[in-house]
Structures are given as C-alpha cells and as structure tokens.
Nanobody, 124 residues
Framework: QVQLVESGGGLVQAGGSLRLSCAASGRAFSSYDMGWFRQAPGKEREFVAAISWSAIKTYYADSVKGRFTISRDNAKNTVWLQMNILRPEDTAVYYC?????????????????WGQGTQVTVSS
C-alpha cells in the first residue's frame, strides 16, 4: 500500500512556472514507476509525464515536452513535476500515480495508486 499526497498547485500567469510535488508513504516507493496525469473539466484524464523506478527512463506527452520535467528522489519518497512556460491549456487538476502494472506508462488504467490531485490554473 502507498499513499500519495500532491502539493504545489496554484494560480499562475501564462509563461510562468510551478513545481508540483508528490510525497509518498510506504517502503515500496523506490520500486514503483510513477506518473503525472491531469484532468480538465469535461475532459478525460490525460497523461503528462512518467518516470521509471530507477529514474533512468522518462516519458512525456507531446504537449508538455520541452516545458515540463519529471524527477524523483527515492530517498525522500518524492516525485516532482517542474512546469515551465505554462499555458492556459495546462489548466487542470494534476494527479500523481504510482505502481504501473501494465505495459504502457501513459495509460492511466495501468496505475494502482492515486493521489487526491492538486489544482493548477494558468491565466492568460
């Protein structure tokens, strides 16, 4: 079992930056692949970024590539999402996910644990 708590969301102007954090409980964190997803009102949950348990592999949605960076520190049981050059279309609730159980890093159905989400709002 693992519990995930996201933080760092807020209101920012277009072009600005935010850094989301996801703090995890439990000893198994270092063995979990982790992901960030987001969901805007009226839209399906979509993949943002993912990182392998060893941090060797990272994956990004095309819409955030070059602007967002995912990282982790297994000693701190934490994964981060650094978001730069934010756009109004990045506005959504951002969720941290753990324990990828299927072959795809980008399919939200493959993750076993979820946080409660943190709101990110980008004003134009």
């Amino acid at each position: 079992q693992v519990q995930l708590v996201e933080s760092g969301g807020g209101l920012v102007q277009a072009g600005g930056s935010l850094r989301l954090s996801c703090a995890a409980s439990g000893r198994a964190f270092s063995s979990y692949d982790m992901g960030w997803f987001r969901q805007a009102p009226g839209k399906e949950r979509e993949f943002v970024a993912a990182i392998s348990w060893s941090a060797i592999k990272t994956y990004y949605a095309d819409s955030v590539k070059g602007r967002f960076t995912i990282s982790r520190d297994n000693a701190k049981n934490t994964v981060w999402l650094q978001m730069n050059i934010l756009r109004p279309e990045d506005t959504a609730v951002y969720y941290c996910a753990a324990d990828r159980r299927g072959p795809s890093f980008s399919d939200y159905l493959n993750y076993g644990y979820w946080g409660q989400g943190t709101q990110v709002t980008v004003s134009s």
